[in-house]
């Protein structure tokens, strides 16, 4: 009887300093952890990335346009503009960006009014944007949108607006960890006319033959 409890003691013994096991199980309660934090470190960090392109693409088109070097633009030069801007996005995709210029002019009364506007998308492989509606309309009051230090009386604006819908799958990820729903990003950039007063879409504003600008 002796001997059997004196065999029980050192088989306890040796398993309380068996060790072999252990790492074993240390990884298996480890890893998923790891795992999710590194996949949540490269899906928020392409979020980031992205978003800081969607701001890009929006100073980009208001820049570009507020220094065209023709008075009145057509939808050709807007088409490009916006092929020039959206393709900042890549290596990430570029279907999901939607952007567009919107051309606005102060009043005397500090009062914000849509001239112009024009919106744009490129479709995933294609070499030009395609040109759609915006979803401003002329003579929309924008004055609500405007920073107070921008609304300087009888000047005109451009101003450009990019949104995005960042999923993991445009970053190559499958979504363990972000909503495979995605995010919407967005940004809008505001800038003043450099070459002309104004730039004219389908003859909006209407231009004297002076070339000055309306400032009613």
Not at 165 to 175: C, E, H, K, M, R
């Amino acid at each position: 009887m002796t001997s059997i409890w004196l065999r029980l003691r050192r088989s306890a013994g040796d398993f309380r300093r068996d060790r072999r096991g252990v790492a074993a199980l240390e990884f298996a309660i480890i890893a998923p952890v790891m795992l999710v934090m590194f996949l949540g470190t490269v899906e928020f960090s392409s979020g980031i990335a992205v978003n800081r392109k969607v701001t890009l693409i929006a100073r980009t088109l208001a820049d570009l346009t507020s220094q065209a070097a023709v008075q009145a633009v057509t939808d050709p030069y807007l088409q490009n503009i916006f092929t020039a801007s959206i393709v900042i996005v890549k290596p990430y995709a570029q279907t999901p960006v939607k952007a567009q210029i919107s051309e606005i002019y102060v009043d005397s009364n500090q009062k914000a009014t849509v001239q112009w506007s024009k919106g744009a998308t490129l479709a995933s492989g294609a070499l030009q944007a395609t040109l759609t509606a915006s979803s401003r309309n002329t003579n929309d009051i924008v004055t609500s949108l405007v920073p107070p230090a921008l609304l300087v009386k009888q000047t005109y604006l451009i101003l450009s607006e990019v949104s995005y819908l960042y999923t993991p799958a445009n970053s190559g990820t499958i979504g363990y960890v972000m909503s495979k729903t995605g995010v919407n990003l967005s940004d809008v950039a505001y800038t003043r006319t450099r070459q002309f007063a104004c730039v004219t879409y389908n003859n909006v504003p209407v231009v004297t033959g002076t070339s000055t600008c309306p400032t009613p």
